[in-house]
């Protein structure tokens, strides 16, 4: 793969642009619209439903799947892709927006961030 990211076309009166986004599990065109799977699912969707509309990103949350099911499940299961039981793209973002947001159930320092779990402390 020589690139990861190609810009197909710029916008001369906006800052709009689409481009291809090329990963190890698929191309993604964009602007792209990304379902949520914060827990590892989309709900309500199996991944055929997604495949049937042309889905090939989901989005997923790192501070829910680190809390439930954990890290040790998603290994013992061969990875994020295999536990989703999902072969296209996946978008997981950095929980950082987590630091705001749990503010009181979070201690930071410079070696980074811990978190007391919302769900059962």
């Known amino acids: 793969m020589d690139k990861s990211f190609i810009l197909n076309k710029t916008s001369s009166r906006s800052l709009a642009r689409r481009g291809q ?3 190890a599990h698929g191309k993604v ?15 309500t969707l199996t991944p055929e ?10 989005l997923s949350n790192t501070y829910h799947l680190y809390l439930r099911p954990g890290i ?6 061969g990875g994020l892709h295999k536990f989703m039981n999902w072969d296209g793209v996946i978008l997981t ?4 927006y987590q630091i705001f947001s749990l503010a009181n159930l979070r201690k930071l320092d410079e070696g980074g961030v811990s978190f007391r779990s919302h769900i059962d402390g």
């Open 21 to 23: 986004l090329f990963t």
């Open 49 to 58: 439903d997604l495949k049937s509309v042309n889905i090939n990103m989901i």
């Open 29 to 43: 065109e964009t602007p792209v619209f990304c379902p949520v799977g914060s827990q590892a699912t989309v709900k």
């Open 72 to 77: 040790p499940i998603i290994k013992e299961m």
């Open 93 to 96: 973002d950095s929980g950082g």
